[in-house]
């Protein structure tokens, strides 16, 4: 399996409270992404990284920021939770860019707003 | 961006092989097709990709269609632990990467004892 550590892997959080969730990977990767997955929607993007402090947006970034200050750690922060993202998040990771990299995803982090 | 048709669910019984049909009309020529798939409680694992020719890796086969408007993923030999969500996922090969691959609702497959 690729090593990638989501941490915490469970969380219950008031609304209005800021949240920040890490993905560790050791695998050297360039390339990493955060998605939410939620009943009836699928797995959704929302930002991904393409190298240390370059970062982009997906398709569901409103209200969601990230960081990566180092190659193995990529973190995403939601700035002041709301109901509407309790979700379980994941995080993969890819060696490239291309079509021609296989994306490995970590176990996921299961995220309550209350 | 090009769409995968799938049926939300499918059954099958153990060591029995699995049909997994993807349809994509809309693909281009320069598309690949992916596919992945998600046990319950993990997150999604990588099965297999291919252009235009007929793939085969320790997991899976991938028959593409002459048209290259449908696949299907082939699971020869059914095991319980093969009872996953199942994602067919087109990436344009010109255009972007990883980040343009569009998880759908994928096929439910109940694998039966």
């Known amino acids: 399996d690729a090593g990638i550590t989501q941490s915490p892997r469970h969380k219950v959080t008031e609304t209005g409270t800021p949240v920040t969730l890490r993905c560790h990977q050791t695998e050297n990767h360039r390339y990493m992404y955060w998605y939410r997955q939620d009943p009836g929607h699928g797995l959704r993007l929302i930002h991904y990284s393409y190298g240390v402090k370059d970062t982009d947006k997906g398709e569901v970034s409103d209200g969601y920021s990230v960081s990566r200050s180092k190659t193995e750690d990529f973190l995403l922060t939601l700035e002041s939770a709301t109901s509407s993202q309790t979700s379980v998040y994941f995080c993969?990771?890819?060696?490239?860019?291309?079509?021609?990299?296989?994306?490995?995803f970590g176990n996921g982090t299961r995220l309550t707003v209350t | 961006d090009a769409k995968t048709t799938q049926p939300n669910s499918m059954e099958s019984n153990e060591e029995e092989p699995v049909h997994l049909p993807c349809n994509h009309s809309?693909?281009?020529?320069?598309?690949?097709i992916h596919w992945y798939r998600q046990l319950p409680s993990q997150g999604p694992e990588y099965v297999i990709h291919?252009?235009?020719s007929n793939v085969n890796n320790r997991m899976a086969s991938l028959a593409i269609a002459e048209d290259r408007k449908s696949s299907t993923l082939i699971l020869h030999r059914a095991t319980l632990r093969d009872a996953a969500v199942y994602y067919c996922i087109l990436s344009s090969g010109t255009q972007g990467g990883s980040e343009k691959l569009v998880f759908g609702k994928g096929t439910k497959l109940t694998v039966n004892p």
């Open positions: 809309t693909i281009s020529g320069t598309d690949y």
């Open positions: 291919g252009l235009t």
């Open positions: 993969a990771i890819s060696p490239g860019s291309s079509y021609n990299s296989p994306l490995h």
